[in-house]
């Protein structure tokens, strides 16, 4: 895993290098066929995507921008573990020298669905300010999301349980997937 996702860092560096960025959606991504090597999708993007069709047509999209051989890096919070042990929170992400801190709850739906609830908390010249923010997430277990990948045309898929490359479990707290075209 490491060297996919350093491979390239070498000529990142060299003069003359720059990098382009669009905004698009996941469902049709402006680019032509072919176009990229790597396709990286992090950050528990793809749970936001809540119709399994429209999962299985980004995954799709993600392939058909791929060149033949092309790499597929995925990340999403282990839902094998959040629903099998019920998780409703996640560990608070802490900035103490910043006076940051980032608190992640989780509500189960009735609809099998997730609502995930960002509390963004600021500590500034002793006054606090909080923003929260409520969105709805798909909790994508290990199995149809490898369900979803080989119908959108993926093979030799191997799982992480974090970026270092150690094996996934249900105890993960991430399911990272490599996956090639």
């Not at 392939?63 to 995925?74: A, E, K």
């Amino acid at each position: 895993l490491d060297s996919i996702i350093n491979k390239g860092g070498e000529s990142a560096k060299k003069e003359g290098n720059s990098a382009t960025f669009k905004v698009g959606n996941m469902l049709e991504l402006p680019y032509s066929e072919k176009t990229f090597q790597g396709v990286i999708c992090i950050g528990n993007s793809l749970v936001h995507i809540l119709d399994e069709k429209e999962i299985l047509k980004a995954l799709q999209e993600m392939y058909r921008v791929l060149t033949n051989n092309g790499v597929l890096i995925l990340q999403t919070v282990n839902y094998d573990r959040i629903l099998k042990d019920n998780v409703t929170e996640l560990p608070t992400i802490e900035n103490e020298a910043a006076g940051v801190k980032f608190k992640r709850d989780y509500t189960f739906r009735k609809d099998g669905n997730i609502d995930f609830t960002g509390t963004f908390i600021l500590e500034k010249d002793g006054k606090v300010t909080e923003t929260v923010n409520t969105v709805v997430l798909k909790p994508l277990v290990k199995g149809r999301l490898n369900s979803f990948l080989l119908d959108a045309g993926f093979k030799n898929i191997k799982y992480y349980g974090n970026f270092k490359g150690e094996d996934w479990d249900e105890k993960s707290f991430a399911t990272i997937v490599e996956a090639s075209k």
